[in-house]
């Protein structure tokens, strides 16, 4: 596992801090990105966050992993590299 985190079904109002301090409780948070459309600038409603070590992302993943937030039951999964299209 490594120790970047997946996180779906975002509220599109939640930004990079917001995110950090959802993940906050679960251990040290060294980022946080909610990814934005390019062309307009809105969040796609999903980010990604980087917890300092793996047992602190393992921890993370299983207590937010369908935990509800702002009415929206959130998606946390080992996030996949990145692939080209």
């Not at 596992?1 to 109002?13: P, R």
């Not at 251990?27 to 307009?40: F, H, L, M, Q």
């Not at 300092?52 to 039951?73: P, Q, T, Y």
């Amino acid at each position: 596992m490594t120790n970047k985190l997946y996180v779906g079904n975002l509220k599109f109002s939640v930004d990079d801090g917001e995110l950090a301090q959802m993940f906050n409780a679960h251990g040290t948070v060294e980022s946080a990105k909610v990814i934005s459309d390019r062309e307009t600038g809105r969040s796609k409603g999903f980010g990604f966050v980087e917890m300092s070590s793996e047992d602190e992302a393992h921890a993370a993943m299983s207590e937010m992993d369908g935990k509800e937030v702002d009415g929206r039951v959130l998606k946390v999964n080992e996030a996949r590299p990145k692939t080209s299209r």
